[in-house]
């Protein structure tokens, strides 16, 4: 099946489309992969194990995550010694978009202090792709008269193809993409 496209931006996101599918099934393998490792080694709390096969060695490095809890922290704070608690506990200063928004705009001259101290850069644009009504009922007229897809004709029918044998392992987001329960 081919589809022509009358506009570039069509052409970027159908390419787009394909990638995100094909990068979610390749990270849904990649998990899996690693369980299967996982499985095969003996576990431990904290620390690395290592195994060799015949032609291949595998190491899983175990650790555990601690975080804490500010209401608890908060009701605890003052029953530790403040030495060590400095020691134990870092306090990262962080933005409140709500909060800054209110300061720029009531609160122009604390801001104006405020923002000597803040560093603003770009954030990566997001970027979302949508399948249109005029796009679907193309592609359906073309299934029905058109040989099996190949990758270079139509990489998002072959992605969707792939993603579809994959169903039982996908990620929920690309179930409901692909109209499968997740």
Do not use: C
Not at 55 to 61: E, Q, R
Not at 94 to 105: H, R, S, Y
Request: no cysteine.
């Amino acid at each position: 099946m081919s589809v022509d496209y009358n506009n570039p931006l069509d052409e970027a996101l159908e390419a787009l489309a394909a990638a995100k599918i094909s990068e979610a099934v390749a990270k849904d393998v990649r998990l899996k992969a690693e369980d299967a490792v996982i499985a095969l080694l003996p576990k431990k709390e904290k620390g690395s194990v290592s195994k060799k096969g015949d032609y291949f060695k595998g190491t899983v490095t175990f650790d555990q995550t601690i975080s804490v809890d500010p209401a608890a922290l908060a009701a605890i704070k003052d029953k530790i010694n403040p030495e060590r608690f400095a020691a134990a506990i870092k306090y990262k200063p962080d933005t409140i978009a709500a909060g800054l928004k209110d300061m720029k705009d009531n609160h122009a001259d604390e801001y104006a202090i405020l923002a000597q101290a803040l560093i603003s850069k770009p954030s990566k644009p997001a970027v979302k792709v949508e399948l249109i009504a005029k796009a679907e009922a193309k592609l359906s007229a073309l299934e029905t008269h058109a040989p099996a897809p190949k990758l270079e004709a139509a990489p998002v029918v072959e992605a969707v193809a792939v993603a579809e044998e994959a169903a039982p392992a996908m990620p929920g987001w690309l179930a409901k993409q692909m109209g499968k329960a997740a």
